[in-house]
């Protein structure tokens, strides 16, 4: 058992070549939408903090498809894009195999932000 990450890097970095730089796009993606936005590890996997907000955006890999947590319903034009890729209520999954869209990883990071702004 390899020992619990403490930073993001240390969470990617314990993914094989084939994922380790999909995980890197998206975490890159986050960081663009959430500047400045504290990083930690959370439950086991990366979380971007919403400032002043006790509350972020988590993410996983998975063997098959990288996750995002918890995503609440973002305004109807992006929910629109993120719906057919909802696997749960508060959860998104992207498929390796698909292709991971960064730009809408970058999108929900940003629409949650302002969700929790407006709404926290």
């Known amino acids: 058992m390899s020992p619990t990450p403490e930073t993001v890097d240390d969470y990617l970095a314990g993914f094989p070549d084939d994922i380790r730089p999909v995980l890197?796009?998206?975490?890159a993606a986050i960081r663009r939408a959430l500047p400045g936005a504290e990083?930690?590890?959370?439950?086991?996997m990366p979380a971007f903090m919403f400032p002043g907000r006790s509350y972020g955006?988590?993410?996983?890999?998975?063997k098959k498809h990288v996750?995002?947590?918890?995503?609440?319903?973002l305004d109807p034009g992006l929910e629109t894009e993120?719906?057919?890729?909802?696997?749960?209520?508060?959860?998104?999954?992207?498929?390796?195999?698909?292709?991971?869209?960064?730009?809408?990883?970058?999108r929900i990071a940003a629409g949650l932000a302002v969700h929790h702004r407006d709404h926290g």
Not at 39 to 44: A, F, L, P, T, V
Request: charged share 25%; glycine share 8%; net charge neutral.
């Open 24 to 27: 890197a796009e998206v975490a």
């Open 39 to 44: 990083e930690r590890i959370r439950y086991g």
């Open 57 to 62: 955006l988590h993410f996983a890999g998975w």
């Open 67 to 73: 996750g995002l947590y918890p995503v609440a319903t």
């Open 82 to 106: 993120v719906a057919p890729h909802r696997a749960a209520k508060d959860t998104v999954r992207f498929f390796y195999r698909d292709g991971v869209p960064y730009d809408l990883v970058e």
